[in-house]
């Protein structure tokens, strides 16, 4: 019984850092290689997720680590994320992240977006902070 205890403590230990970090890595890279969008779309709203996951965890720690089932909880939940089967992360980024970013992102702070924005190719105006993180297509250096 005591080896068995020992296998499975092991495998805990590694599930966590497979389900989050390698098997997420191997499909993001799968997905940049692939034609289709779906699957980018995936593996950017779980490493979105992801990293917000990883700082609220720190900036909660000192009650986190009250909670005997948190990396149980997170191991669960990641796993939901990844999961093919699910498409959890691209779930939660259609349902919550992407409606708040339409609801406060474009505009918010009683700016008027059509004033403060430049439209351009017809596309819907974007806010400072969003073209200073991601500039149109073509504004982008070459690396």
Do not use: C
Not at 21 to 38: C, F, N, R
Request: no cysteine; hydrophobic share 45%.
């Amino acid at each position: 019984m005591g080896r068995l205890w020992t296998l499975a403590t092991h495998l805990h230990s590694v599930a966590g850092p497979v389900t989050m970090l390698l098997y997420p890595l191997y499909a993001s890279v799968i997905a940049i290689e692939s034609t289709t969008k779906v699957d980018d779309e995936q593996w950017l709203a779980y490493w979105i997720l992801y990293s917000f996951l990883t700082l609220m965890e720190m900036l909660l720690q000192p009650i986190l680590q009250w909670i005997p089932i948190w990396h149980d909880v997170k191991l669960v939940f990641v796993a939901w994320l990844v999961l093919p089967q699910f498409r959890g992360a691209a779930y939660i980024y259609e349902k919550f992240v992407r409606e708040q970013i339409r609801k406060h992102g474009r505009g918010g702070g009683g700016e008027n977006v059509a004033s403060t924005s430049h439209h351009h190719h017809g596309k819907a105006p974007r806010n400072k902070f969003v073209r200073f993180i991601a500039p149109n297509k073509g504004e982008q250096e070459a690396y």
